[in-house]
């Protein structure tokens, strides 16, 4: 993907995305992936003016992403749309008759599929589509795996059919933890980066810029 002058970089999702920021300061962008690519590209490419936004919150579903979409998306009109969600539908679905079930996976497609085909027809954006991920530390994050896994294989399919970049992180960040360890990336909860697993974000979604 090729950055343009003035291109307005929008990075969007739930708490991995929020990284802290300060809500009532639009130009806040954390303290984690978003703020080390804005760092890395304003580094690299003084010339090109770039803007780029932070609009992740804490807790969010994709159906917050949806409900929320005209005011933090689309007026923002961005260049570049980068969205990263779909851990937390995972985590509130656990313990009840909903997870892993088709009607549950049917609802977050057609709420997914919804918020990226409006970029398409109300925005002139390039979409990069950003993987949840999920280390299995606590132990008892392999019970998530069931719908996790889904919901990742519906965000891959979606990113064929609508996005200009896909960062795939859930076999990267198990691939680096292996060789370190999982709390190395993901602390005590297996899915809020660290530092070094937000730098890994920002490290895997930087490859998607051209030079």
Same mark, same amino acid.
Request: charged letters at 25%.
């Given at each position: 993907? $090729? ?5 307005t970089?929008? !990075? ?7 990284a802290g ?5 639009? &130009? &806040?962008?954390?303290y984690?992936? @978003?703020?080390?690519i ?6 690299i ?18 159906? &917050?992403?949806?409900?929320?979409w ?7 009109? @961005? ?5 990263l969600?779909?851990i937390?539908?995972?985590?509130h ?6 997870s ?8 977050? $497609?057609?709420?997914?599929? =919804? ?7 109300k925005?002139?954006? $390039? ?5 949840? !991920?999920?280390?299995?530390?606590p ?24 996005? =200009? ?13 292996i $060789? ?11 899915? &809020? @980066? ?6 890994k974000?920002a ?9």
């Amino acid at each position: 993907m $090729k950055l343009e002058a003035n291109d307005t970089i929008l !990075f969007i999702g739930d708490s991995i995305t929020d990284a802290g920021r300060d809500r009532n300061d639009s &130009h &806040h962008l954390g303290y984690g992936y @978003p703020l080390m690519i804005a760092g890395r590209l304003l580094a690299i490419y003084p010339e090109l003016n770039l803007k780029v936004v932070n609009r992740g919150i804490s807790g969010d579903r994709v159906s &917050h992403l949806q409900e929320r979409w005209l005011n933090d998306c689309l007026r923002t009109q @961005p260049d570049v749309v980068s969205i990263l969600i779909g851990i937390n539908d995972t985590w509130h679905n656990m313990g009840t008759d909903v997870s892993g079930s088709s009607e549950s996976m049917i609802q977050f $497609k057609s709420k997914y599929q =919804d918020i990226l085909t409006q970029v398409k027809e109300k925005t002139k954006a $390039k979409i990069v589509i950003v993987e949840p !991920f999920l280390l299995p530390y606590p132990a008892d994050r392999r019970e998530w795996r069931y719908d996790l896994d889904q919901r990742i294989q519906i965000i891959r399919e979606l990113a064929n059919e609508y996005a =200009d970049e896909f960062v795939s992180l859930d076999g990267v960040f198990h691939s680096t933890g292996i $060789k370190s360890s999982y709390q190395y990336l993901t602390g005590e909860d297996g899915v &809020h @980066p660290t530092v070094a697993g937000h730098g890994k974000i920002a490290e895997e979604w930087l490859k998607i810029i051209e030079n």
